[in-house]
């Protein structure tokens, strides 16, 4: 329970405020954080401040081989939105999100739950397995999936063949969504499902001994308990998920090695700005669509963490 | 007890006592979650098996026999040997550049993160609360919206191209000073650091001598993410090199796959792919069994805040 009430509190507050009359020895003494802070914040305006300020002039304008280079003020951004390619990319990684982040979150909550319920060296080694893909790359994840799914290498038409059915395409239009979503849940599950197992690890047992007590179930102390309990933990592993889906790009640009057909050069806004920028040239337009989804992934991420504020403990 | 709950949390995962078998209808609830449990395993193990069981077999070897067991011939060796002699043993070139990247990139962000950690938990500077809380925000900012204006400010500089152009904007790791922020906050009494300025240390031996030894789970936990995120990068190195041999083993790979589809035949090297693809992911799975006591307990510490 401590855990959870530190949960609620945001870190400023964690940091006693004592102000010691604000001699001019201590507030000198305090001027010290600028010299650990400033190297980060070097780099922080360098690569993050920057090229954000940057990306945004660049869209201001627009580039072409006859006028030169002339401020097009909004121009590049009415485009954008305006622009059936960029849209629906846009309305892609939405699907993906919204199929893919329940996906991973059940998988991870399910397995830390019932790991939470067992101390046998099954559960650890399950434990230590289900986790081993995180440690594998995005791009050789998606490349041995690759591999599975082709018609040429993958074991599909061989275990059909066992139960007399044509094995599925997996690299068709229709069912490489799926596919690219069980890459995403293969890769990402056992993390999400470690951060839970170990939110659930922290809560005080003595509080499923009152709930015992009082005739709960196994069932219903998960549901009303734990995950409750863990609700931040939660919020934390969504917000991940969400920035992570909306930005889109390994998974489907190595797929499109063997699936070219399924998966067009714009499938993702992130691999549209990748091929106008160095497929096309089109940098000023480029810079739109990458900055344009940063704000709007920005402006996402914040909207969830708003509205789930009472249970983030975010405020 | 309210600051020393986060600690044990982020220090390790609390032992709890085994609430073990108690009722015969218990233990049948117990061997459906194993067998549950079990299931689960094999669906994210069976590709990595997969993986090791391709890089011992021959171009044909992987056509021909089944996927999930070995072929006859074992060819692991023979496909080492011909990733030294492709393209004139590009591929170690690949994968020392992903150490390199890696290494150079996670430890660098990692002592930023550190340093800006200590400096934003234990000094009360004006404007603290206003730096901090965009830092904060800026977790929330895609990295791959900024790949490409990054692209074109480092072709600016001439550094397109050169290591740099993925080292330097590997250290930026907002979330890496988050943690070390939350975690330094808890596990650094500022009585301890009182104590040590009262003896007579200067600030900096304060840090190093008092702070630093404190904050080593976390150390090692940011540096673990830092490294992973660095050694995962995909977007950034395929937009900021084009020299085939300053690629990472990631990128080199995705290309070699790239050409293979292109379907020439000299250029299909199936058999190297795997190959290639097994012996990179050796070290991290590695890494993450021998490091398990620090990621299994760090990995949390942004959650339980």
Known sequence: MTTQTTAVAPPTAAVPKR???????????????WVFVTPFLVVFAAFLVFPLIYAFGMS??????????????????VKAFTDPLFLEGLGRVAAFAVVMIPAQLIVALVAALVLDSLTTWVSKLSRLLIFA?????????????????SPRFGPASTLFDLV???APDFLSGDSVFASLVNIVTWQWSGYYMV???????????AIYEAARIDGANGFQTATRIKIP???SSMVMVITFALIGTLQFFTEPVVLR???QGAIDAAYTPNMYAYSLAFSYSQFNYASTIAFSLGILVFAGSYLFLFLTRKQSGLK | MATTAPLTTATGVPSREDRGPRTGHRNGRRIGSHVF??????????????????????????????AFWFDDHFALFENIAGLFTQQNGIYWTWLGNSFLYAFAGGIGATILSILAGYGFAKYRFRGRGAVFGVILGSIMVPLTALVIPTFMLLSQYGLINTPWAVILPSLLSPFGVYLMRVYTQDAVPDEMLEAARIDGAGEFRTFFQVALPLLKPAIVTVLLLSVVGTWNNFFLPLAVLTDPNLLPVTVGLNRWTALSNAGAGGEQVWNLITTGAFISVLPLILSFLFLQRYWQGGLTIGSIK
């Open chain 1, 19 to 33: 102000r010691r009359g604000g001699s001019l020895l201590e507030r000198r003494r305090q001027r010290w954080g």
């Open chain 1, 229 to 231: 309990m863990i609700s």
């Open chain 1, 164 to 166: 007399g059915l044509q």
């Open chain 1, 257 to 259: 090695n063997i699936a």
């Open chain 2, 37 to 66: 449990l079990i299931i689960l395993a094999i669906y994210f193990v069976i590709p990595i098996w997969w993986l090791f069981v391709a890089a011992t077999k021959n171009t044909s070897g992987l056509f021909g026999s089944p």
């Open chain 1, 60 to 77: 201001l304008f627009t580039s072409t081989l006859a006028t030169g280079t002339t401020f097009t003020g909004a121009a590049n951004y």
């Open chain 1, 133 to 149: 893909p995180y440690a594998i790359p995005v791009v050789i994840g998606a490349l041995m999936w690759s591999f599975l799914y």
């Open chain 1, 195 to 205: 951060v839970i197992y170990a939110a659930l690890r922290s809560i005080d047992p």
